[in-house]
Each structure stands twice: as C-alpha cells, then as structure tokens.
C-alpha cells in the first residue's frame, strides 16, 4: 500500500507538471463562478487523484463491476467533450469506451479475464484526468457517486467497527459485498451500479448543461 501512495503521488505530480506546462490554466468551477486556485491547484490535482483511483480500486470487486459502473462514466465525459470542443476527451473516451466494452464481454460472469489494479487505478485516474481537463471537478462528485458509496461505506464499517467495539455495520465492505452476502446475484448487483451510476451521470449533465 505505501508503495502504491507513493506512485499515486508520483503520477499525479507527473500530470500536475505537464498539464502547467502545456499551458492550462489553474481555475476550477465552483457553480457558476471560475476560482483560480494558484498554488492550491496541484494539491487538489494529487487529492482527485489518489481519493478516484482508490475508489475506483474498491470499486472493482466483482466480475465486471467497475467496468459497467464506468460506462456511464465515460459517456457523460465523451458527451461534455462534445459539447465543449475538448478533442483529447473526445477521442480518448471513445478508446476507452471500446476497451471497457470489449473487456466486459470477457469480464462479465463468470470472467474468464481480469483487469486487477492496472486496470482499476487507470479507470480511476483516467476519470480524474477527464474532469480536469473540461473543468468539471465538482461534476466528478456526481459522475463518480458509485465510487464514493463504495468509499464510504468502507469508512462507516470501519468507524463503526471501532466505536461499538466490534459490531459491524454492514455484513461486509465494500457495500457491494453487503448485496452479494444478503443473496444478490453479481448480475443484480452489476445492474443495480449501473443504473445508479447511469442516474447520476444524468443529473450532472443536466446540471452541467441546462441548469448551470
């Protein structure tokens, strides 16, 4: 684990320094308003990073659970990257839309092919990356909402864990192990993401889009 932090940490400073040189600007959107961050810019950039690939590691516990989780993801992403011109996301979503696609048919239940954490912290970081670069970082709260429920409930067992001593909040963590030990299917649970994640996606979009 420390040795997996320090490449996080590593990555995500790479990208800080070349996205500064390229040129790209250090303001994020806070609702309506543009604040420029300065200084304050890289850590944010190094807190998206590690806090997304790890819930997206969480995240991939399950044959194909990351994967139908990130599709609407990435979705969103293409359709932002249409709207506002953003050629890299554009093209790089499409790419990564065909990889996930293609994976999952190898990857659904029972999978005959994984993608471990290679796969799962580049999903993770590859979603950061696109919320940067279209200056959607709040978006990423709602884009990645399957990501924080498995996060947090993680938290909760462990907290709760703690405080009562040994009791448990839920049977297991992530919350997606909750699901499959009270009887669902991994295909009910695949579903059950990828409608949440669908749902939320949508509501960022129309907030993004419309409301905004």
């Known amino acids: 684990p420390k040795y997996k932090l320090l490449l996080e ?26 604040v420029d961050l300065k200084f304050l810019f890289g850590p944010l950039i190094i807190l998206m990073f590690i806090s997304t690939t790890n819930s997206t590691n969480l995240t991939d516990g399950l044959d194909g659970l990351l994967t139908a989780s990130t599709i609407p993801v990435i979705i969103g992403f293409l359709t932002l990257g249409i709207v506002k011109n953003n050629y890299i996301v554009i093209l790089s979503s499409i790419a990564m839309l065909i990889a996930l696609l293609s994976f999952l048919f190898f990857n ?54 703690k405080i009562t001593k040994g009791k448990r909040l839920f049977k297991m963590t992530p919350i997606h192990h909750h699901l499959e030990l009270s009887g669902f299917s991994d295909i009910k649970i695949n579903l059950i993401f990828f409608i949440l994640s669908t749902l939320f996606v949508m509501i960022g979009l129309l907030w993004e889009l419309i409301i905004k």
């Open 108 to 161: 659904f239940p029972k999978a005959t092919i994984f993608m471990g954490d290679t796969g799962s912290l580049l999903i993770g970081a590859y979603v950061c990356v696109c919320s940067i670069l279209l200056k959607a970082e709040l978006l990423l709260l709602l884009f990645g909402f399957v990501y924080i429920l498995e996060t947090l409930s993680v938290i909760l067992q462990v907290s709760y864990f």
């Open 9 to 34: 940490l590593l990555i995500s400073l790479i990208f800080y320094t070349i996205y500064i040189f390229m040129g790209y600007d250090t303001s994020v959107n806070l609702f309506t308003n543009e």
